[in-house]
């Protein structure tokens, strides 16, 4: 079960850390100003691209229908999975039937999702993510904390220790550069011998028929365009209607991500390589019920840019694996919470409400709004725990009776500057453990305004 | 065919998303006076260079001396040493050195050419390849993306790819480092 605020305690205990993250995030978030700044039409592109993703949503399995046609006609296999389970047999139905005993891997949330290596590797298959950050990750039998940046919460050293353990580099030396070239000399290695290579989708177009890749590193084209066999996993929100709408979710995407115009790659897969074989996965798991509820519907327009993280005051100062949820930060607190509140109701809280991932979003997705109504909803399943629920009652009940709510407030104001400071601040306190309340002021909000008013008049 | 029927009908049966209409746009997004500028500058902030000649085999045996097994399927380059379309596999490009290969257009907005491997057999030529220069003519720079797919289109199988720059990653404490799993430079060189 996640347990943010549990998990945030940890990464907060080494402040000097948090700090450092905190700042890369925001190094990001500032990059990403720089270059939305840069296009005059960054706000239309915005309400486009919020457009076209609703538009899909409202006619997805017409899209969905198409894409397959046309995919089909371009030589490339379509297969469905309801959930994660249907997923991974899938893939390995298709590895075996190849007698594939290695697979490399490029950046996809989706196999994430469906923990696709464990299930994987237990039947003998060897799998090698191939995006440096999840390289770096999977060496360190670590989730990645990030989405676009998988590695974010780790500094060269420790990247450094990790490679001089698996890769046999030289102990200490933490120059990224030389940690790089060894990791591309190794992963070179891998790519000449996988027998398959599985990429994820951002894009599938349902005109064409084909999947759009984007990378920086050429990892997802080397393990699609060297090996035979080509698998893709897509999540079935990632189809788009035409080609032409890629230009609009080519111009947001790098830009929202880390502040780059586009990135390295942006690859158009329409048929598998010569001789080969391209199988595509459209995968439900628990996506379909977004469509059929009225607050948590725009979740689906998320493009995966990670913008979202880096601007939240929260994900920045405890880190993406304080979540406990495959996808963190405001995106995936509501994802997270919608699929399954139990166990991951602390996740709504992990949020200031200052609504900075809103007005980032490249999809103009309502982020702060549905963490909002999670917590709304978390009541009403009863889910909140008693210490919040009694103390969420008493605060309701008191502010409905007026005249009991002003006197509590005068004797307040007189009496807590008086009390000792064991007393104000007792385990009951949970807000201030690790704040101060503020001075006591002389006199009431609802005071103050009547003397306003009085002035006016 | 049970999963692809349950998840449709799953879709269809409570769809709440409202009707919305798809956007259309004309003559839309940014446009430069000086497109080859704009576009030079994109291309160094993510690494790579762009050149203007139609010398190229001088041009690009200054850049590259020491490359050995190179590819060139661009005509007036004599470079070429390396017959990549006579693999049938392309795990046999994987001592390439150098490519030299045709872009179809620049888009000055961002740096990236768009590539159709028309003349190369394997697409993994772009990726696999030590280096690459792209060799374009200096009149085929667009102003945006928007622009750009207009002139695209996947009516048959196939595959293209924006490549802009060589290939890079900063996942090491946002370090940029130049050359993570494709090329570790990139030229283009515009022709007039």
Redo the contacts between chains.
């Keep these: 079960m996640s347990n943010h605020p549990k998990e945030a305690a940890k990464f907060v205990a080494n402040d000097e850390r948090m700090h450092w993250h905190d700042k ?1 995030l925001w ?2 978030r500032e990059k990403r100003d720089l270059a939305s700044k840069s ?3 960054w706000e ?1 592109l915005r ?2 691209a919020s ?2 993703k ?2 899909t ?2 006619k ?2 017409y899209y ?2 198409e894409f ?1 046609k046309n995919a089909t006609a ?2 490339i296999t379509v297969h ?3 959930d994660a389970t ?1 997923h991974n047999e899938i893939v390995y139905k298709l590895l075996n039937a190849k007698k594939v005993t290695k697979l490399v891997k490029s950046k996809s949330m989706l196999t994430e999702e469906c923990h696709l290596n464990p299930y994987l590797e237990t039947r003998g298959i060897e799998v090698i993510d ?4 999840e390289r ?1 990750v999977q060496l360190r039998n670590e989730p990645p904390s990030h989405i676009v ?4 919460h ?3 050293s420790d ?1 450094s220790d990790t490679f001089h353990e698996h890769l046999g580099t030289e102990k200490g030396n933490d120059d ?2 030389y ?3 060894a990791a ?1 000399a190794s ?2 290695e891998d ?2 011998t996988a027998q398959a290579g599985l990429t994820g989708v951002n894009f599938a ?1 349902a005109e ?3 999947v759009v890749v984007c990378t ?4 997802a ?2 393990g699609a ?2 090996p035979k066999l080509h698998i893709a996993s897509m999540g ?1 929100e990632k189809v788009v ?7 609009v979710f ?2 947001l995407l790098a830009r929202s991500a ?1 502040g ?12 598998p ?3 080969g074989e391209m199988h595509i996965i ?1 995968v ?1 798991n628990k996506r ?2 977004f ?4 607050d948590y ?1 725009q979740a689906l327009n998320c493009i995966r840019c990670g913008a979202c993280m880096n601007t939240c005051p929260v994900y920045r100062r405890s880190g993406g694996h304080s979540y406990g949820y495959v996808i963190p930060g405001p995106i995936g607190s509501t994802l997270g919470t919608f699929k399954d509140a139990a166990e991951n109701k602390t996740l709504s809280f992990a949020c200031t409400l200052c609504g900075s991932c809103t007005n980032v979003c490249p999809a103009k997705i309502d982020l702060d709004s549905q963490l909002y109504n999670h917590r709304q909803n978390l009541n009403e399943l009863n889910l909140l725990g008693a210490k919040k629920t009694v103390s969420m009652r008493a605060a309701a009940w008191l502010m409905t009776h007026p005249t009991l709510f002003s006197l509590v407030g005068k004797i307040a104001r007189t009496i807590v500057p008086m009390l000792p400071k064991a007393m104000i601040y007792n385990r009951f306190n949970v807000w201030g453990k690790t704040r101060d309340l503020p001075p006591m002021p002389k006199k009431s909000f609802k005071e103050l305004y009547k003397e306003g008013v009085a002035d006016e008049l | 065919m049970s ?2 029927n ?3 009908k ?14 259309n ?1 004309n003559d ?3 446009t430069f006076e000086n497109k080859f500028e704009h576009f030079s500058t ?1 291309l160094e ?2 690494g790579g260079k762009a050149l203007i000649t139609n010398d190229l085999d001088n041009t690009i045996k200054e850049l590259y001396p020491d490359e050995k097994v190179i590819v060139s399927n661009v005509e007036n380059c004599s470079l070429g040493n390396f017959d990549e379309n006579a693999c ?1 596999d ?2 046999e490009l ?1 001592d390439i050195d150098l490519c030299i290969v045709k872009g179809e257009f620049a ?1 000055a ?4 050419i768009w590539m159709k491997n028309a003349d190369n ?4 030529l ?3 390849s030590q280096n690459i220069v792209i060799v374009i003519s200096k009149s085929e720079i667009l102003n ?3 622009e ?3 002139k ?24 940029l ?1 130049i ?5 570790k430079s990139g030229y283009v060189i515009f022709t007039d």
């Excluded at chain 1, 209607?241 to 230009?247: A, Q, T, V």
């Excluded at chain 2, 799953?10 to 956007?23: R, W, Y």
Aim: zero cysteines; charged letters at 25%; aromatic letters at 8%.
């Design positions: 890369a190094f990001v296009l005059p039409e239309e309400s486009m457009q076209i609703t538009h949503m409202s997805l399995d969905l229908e397959e371009k030589g469905w999975a309801k249907e191939t995006d440096l950050g770096i940046l998988p590695a974010i780790l500094k060269k990247v990224p550069t940690l790089t070239r591309r992963l070179r790519f000449l177009i064409t028929g084909g920086n590193e050429g990892n084209d080397m365009s060297v079935l209607p035409r080609l032409k709408d890629l230009s080519t111009r880390t780059q115009p586009i990135t390295s790659y942006t690859s158009h897969f329409h048929a390589i010569e001789g459209i439900d379909t019920p469509l059929a509820s009225k519907q | 999963s692809k349950d998840i449709l799953a879709i269809k049966d409570n769809n709440l998303v409202k009707q919305t209409e798809l956007p746009w839309f997004g940014i994109m902030s993510v049938d392309p795990h994987k888009v907005e961002n740096g990236a057999r394997h697409r993994s772009y990726f696999i945006n993306m928007h750009a797919y207009e695209i289109s996947f009516e048959d199988k196939g595959f293209g790819t924006f490549i802009s720059g060589p290939s890079k990653t900063a996942d090491i404490e946002q370090s480092v050359g993570a799993h494709g090329p």
